[in-house]
């Protein structure tokens, strides 16, 4: 007979997030308390610290009973008179303003810990389902020539495809887009405890804390602008063409690469165009190809010595068009196999796939464009695609 249950697995599991989040507030009660330390009149950053790690080891659940427990806690010991759960009406707003603070830490940091479990879920499932897609592409492509519905498969097999190696390309940017999300978060935190600061004065500065808690909104809306970035690239669907400017589309990929590059020690420039008109197109589609380009030009770059610059143009075409070009100073193109860098499965990396560029250049045609490459003198590499406009509107 089996000595264990597994229906008793998820119990356990919330049992010990639960006794995290006690702990987490009990220790931080008992440096708080800590005479040595003199800490009695300043614990909100410990409380909210613990509020951040019960919330990221547990979720929602432990994190608001963290919140509970700090906020109690808080009342008791900090707030006169001391060792009544009961505060004086005129230190009821501290209580207040510490509590709501401590549910915006918390929610903030339980979604955090789960877009990151996400993303690596995502590229932990996916990287089966990509060799068996690539196969697939492969076997679809050669029965195009021979059966006119081979060739819708092969669309739909692409679009899968192009789907699978962004949401792939994604998981691998987990640890550089989890620390895109974390900067704003951190910003927060920082600022709450510079608003409670103002307000528990003598004399509470509003104006100061009125600007701190501006500060707050817009950390966090920049939190959330880049996780509805990443959830738009992690979309399925069909192919949807809208009018898209296509120099708030480059503004967006650098703010979701940023990470990457900082972590390379990479610079990215621009030189965009002003007034240009929008194009025609899948705005997700058309972002995985900025993507693909700018990984790529980063990647040459980060065995090289001297500059590491990233640039990346737009500008207006003699036939009305719009070019972008992306160019890096890495190890340039490969002068063997110069011709082949845009055929499936064809890759210089040790671990890539070599569908990225084959599928940039199919995305790009199906837009009415074209995508090439040229060598940069001295060194690096640019690549360079077209995008047909309609439409009045400018980008």
């Not at 340039?332 to 011709?339: I, K, N, V």
């Amino acid at each position: 007979m089996s000595m264990s249950n597994p229906l008793l697995l998820p119990k356990a599991r919330v049992i010990s997030a639960y006794g995290i989040a006690l702990l987490s507030v009990y220790t931080a009660l008992l440096i708080s308390q800590w005479r040595p330390l003199r800490l009695e009149t300043a614990p909100v950053s410990l409380f909210l610290g613990a509020i951040m790690l019960s919330a990221w080891f547990g979720g929602v659940g432990p994190g608001l009973f963290a919140t509970a427990l700090s906020s109690l806690a808080f009342d008791y010991y900090f707030l006169p008179p001391i060792y009544s759960l009961v505060a004086k009406p005129g230190e009821i707003p501290r209580l207040v303003i510490f509590t709501v603070s401590a549910l915006f830490v918390g929610s903030l940091s339980a979604a955090q810990r789960s877009a990151t479990e996400s993303l690596r879920r995502a590229r932990d499932d996916l990287r089966g389902t990509l060799h068996e897609l690539q196969k697939s592409h492969a076997a679809l492509q050669a029965e195009s020539l021979e059966r006119k519905h081979a060739e819708e498969a092969l669309r739909e097999a692409q679009g899968d495809l192009a789907r699978v190696t962004r949401m792939t390309t994604l998981g691998e940017l987990t640890a550089s887009l989890a620390h895109e999300v974390n900067q704003p978060i951190a910003a927060a935190v920082t600022n709450a405890n510079t608003c409670l600061r103002w307000l528990t004065r003598e004399r509470p500065d509003l104006e100061e804390a009125r600007e701190a808690a501006t500060r707050i909104v817009k950390d966090a809306t920049r939190a959330a602008e880049i996780i509805t970035r990443i959830r738009l690239l992690f979309k399925k669907g069909t192919a949807q063409r809208e009018l898209v400017g296509v120099n708030e589309m480059v503004r967006e990929m650098i703010v979701l690469l940023r990470g990457e590059a900082t972590r390379h020690n990479v610079l990215i420039g621009t030189e965009l165009a002003t007034n240009l008109p929008q194009v025609m197109g899948d705005r997700v589609q058309l972002q995985q190809v900025l993507m693909n380009l700018m990984l790529n030009g980063i990647e040459a770059m980060k065995d090289v010595d001297g500059q590491r610059e990233l640039l990346i143009k737009s500008q207006r075409a003699e036939n009305k068009d719009v070019i972008v070009s992306v160019s890096d100073t890495g190890v340039g193109l490969p002068s063997q196999h110069a011709d082949q860098i845009f055929n499936a499965f064809f890759t210089t990396k040790p671990q890539g796939t070599g569908m990225g560029l084959s599928i940039s250049r199919s995305i790009v045609e199906s837009h009415g464009g074209r995508l090439w490459a040229d060598g940069n003198s001295p060194r690096g590499a640019s690549f360079c695609f077209t995008l047909s406009t309609k439409g009045e509107g400018h980008g």
